[in-house]
């Protein structure tokens, strides 16, 4: 079985930064695509940012420039650095992943969410 758990949320001042942790657990074979997703209430859920297996990134425009997705591959862990947060960054971050394992090909799994809230 593969769990993600992730960690780092919390609330911040408009200005400030957070950074999440997410890790990968359990039989993996690779870890495949990472990523951020983020639901606000009454919102679907987006795609904050991701990260292939490769390194290459790609962003939501509203977080370009402030949000950084990185990865470490020894620790089957990845990050999301959050600086210059602003109101309309409060949501649940949740992170996912494409995780190949002994019983399955790649399957996207997820964290069980944390809450950023960014006060104004």
């Known amino acids: 079985q593969v769990q993600l758990v992730e960690s780092g949320g919390g609330v911040v001042q408009a200005g400030g930064s957070l950074r999440l942790s997410c890790a990968a657990s359990g039989s993996i074979f690779s870890i495949n695509a990472m990523g951020w997703y983020r639901q606000a209430p009454g919102k679907q859920r987006e795609l904050v940012a991701g990260?292939?297996?490769?390194?290459?990134?790609n962003y939501v425009d509203s977080v370009k420039g402030r949000f950084t997705i990185s990865r470490d591959n020894t620790k089957n862990t990845w990050y999301l650095q959050m600086n210059s947060l602003k109101p309309e960054d409060t949501a649940v971050y949740y992170c996912a992943a494409d995780i190949s394992s002994p019983r399955s090909d790649s399957t996207k799994y997820w964290g069980q969410g944390t809450q950023v809230t960014v006060s104004s």
């Open positions: 990260i292939s297996k490769g390194g290459s990134r």
